[in-house]
């Protein structure tokens, strides 16, 4: 039962579908359950981020997603319309469905939002061992990216892209995003490189490393199946992550006219 256990928080904190890895159903498309208590939408700063230590912390790392996402916009002439973050306790709703605690945190694209429950960052400390200020700040990254994907029409584009093909091919126009989303993870590291501490990118890596598709599939059922990957393998997940980082450039996060991956 630890395994497994491992296997979700791992799957999860990481926007990797844990159903899809377990055999179960997603929860996109699910029945909206009740909510337990109303989110709290912060845009960077105001209600919500004075909560706690983490909340603030999240909120700074939103801030610190816009600057650097402003500027790369401001540099082609662009506005970046800056996503809102929402916290919320056990259950709450968002434009996508329920968002639950054991979904952790995701971006969805119909609002326009991050949803997080702050309480899973307590989960993936206690039960992992893998808390930290960059691990946190890693996984709001990594959605703010799904937004600039949004916003550009790059996320419509490959939902109409994936209705079309077979389900193979749609899993691996989903891997080129979650990569370009990680890319875009490490172009925002790069950009804050003042703010990081010692380790922190070493910390990043081993944390690509531990949620690849390839890793979790082989804890969760002991083999893999490449054709039902979502996210990357392990060594793509870091190399994307190390690309967006060493180049500081949005235009080398190209996941989908990279021949390799």
């Given at each position: 039962?630890?395994?497994?256990?491992?296997?979700v928080?791992?799957a999860l904190?990481?926007?990797?579908?844990?159903?899809q890895?377990?055999g179960g159903l997603s929860?996109?498309?699910?029945?909206?359950?009740?909510?337990?208590?109303?989110?709290?939408a912060?845009p960077?700063?105001?209600?919500?981020c004075?909560?706690?230590?983490?909340?603030?912390f999240?909120c700074?790392v939103?801030a610190?997603?816009?600057?650097?996402?402003?500027?790369i916009?401001?540099?082609?002439g662009q506005n970046?319309?800056?996503?809102?973050?929402?916290?919320?306790?056990g259950?709450?709703?968002?434009?996508?469905?329920?968002?639950q605690s054991?979904?952790?945190?995701?971006?969805?694209?119909?609002d326009?939002?991050?949803y997080?429950?702050?309480?899973?960052?307590?989960?993936?400390?206690?039960?992992?061992g893998a808390g930290?200020d960059?691990?946190q700040?890693?996984?709001?990254?990594h959605?703010?990216?799904h937004h600039?994907?949004?916003v550009t029409?790059?996320?419509?584009?490959?939902r109409?892209?994936?209705?079309?093909?077979?389900?193979?091919?749609?899993?691996?126009?989903q891997?080129r995003?979650?990569?370009?989303?990680d890319?875009?993870?490490?172009l925002?590291?790069?950009?804050?490189?003042?703010?990081?501490?010692?380790?922190d990118?070493?910390e990043?890596l081993?944390?690509?490393?531990a949620?690849?598709d390839?890793?979790?599939?082989?804890?969760s059922q002991?083999?893999?199946?490449?054709d039902s990957?979502?996210?990357?393998t392990?060594?793509q997940r870091?190399?994307w992550?190390?690309r967006?980082?060493e180049t500081?450039d949005p235009?080398?996060?190209d996941?989908?006219?990279?021949?390799?991956l």
């Amino acid at each position: 039962m630890g395994g497994l256990v491992i296997v979700v928080v791992l799957a999860l904190v990481f926007g990797v579908d844990p159903m899809q890895l377990l055999g179960g159903l997603s929860q996109q498309g699910g029945v909206a359950v009740p909510q337990q208590q109303a989110p709290s939408a912060v845009p960077g700063e105001g209600a919500g981020c004075e909560r706690s230590d983490l909340h603030r912390f999240s909120c700074t790392v939103l801030a610190d997603t816009e600057d650097t996402w402003n500027t790369i916009f401001q540099q082609s002439g662009q506005n970046y319309p800056e996503p809102t973050l929402v916290f919320y306790a056990g259950l709450g709703q968002s434009g996508c469905g329920a968002a639950q605690s054991a979904t952790g945190p995701f971006y969805c694209p119909a609002d326009r939002k991050i949803y997080i429950d702050t309480s899973f960052f307590d989960q993936l400390e206690q039960q992992l061992g893998a808390g930290g200020d960059f691990a946190q700040a890693y996984v709001i990254a990594h959605e703010v990216g799904h937004h600039v994907q949004t916003v550009t029409g790059l996320s419509e584009q490959l939902r109409r892209e994936q209705a079309r093909v077979g389900k193979t091919q749609a899993n691996a126009l989903q891997v080129r995003m979650e990569l370009q989303a990680d890319c875009y993870a490490g172009l925002w590291a790069r950009s804050n490189q003042q703010h990081l501490e010692a380790g922190d990118i070493e910390e990043a890596l081993t944390a690509a490393n531990a949620i690849g598709d390839d890793r979790l599939q082989r804890q969760s059922q002991g083999y893999v199946v490449p054709d039902s990957f979502t996210h990357g393998t392990s060594a793509q997940r870091m190399n994307w992550f190390k690309r967006g980082y060493e180049t500081g450039d949005p235009n080398q996060c190209d996941t989908f006219a990279a021949r390799e991956l």
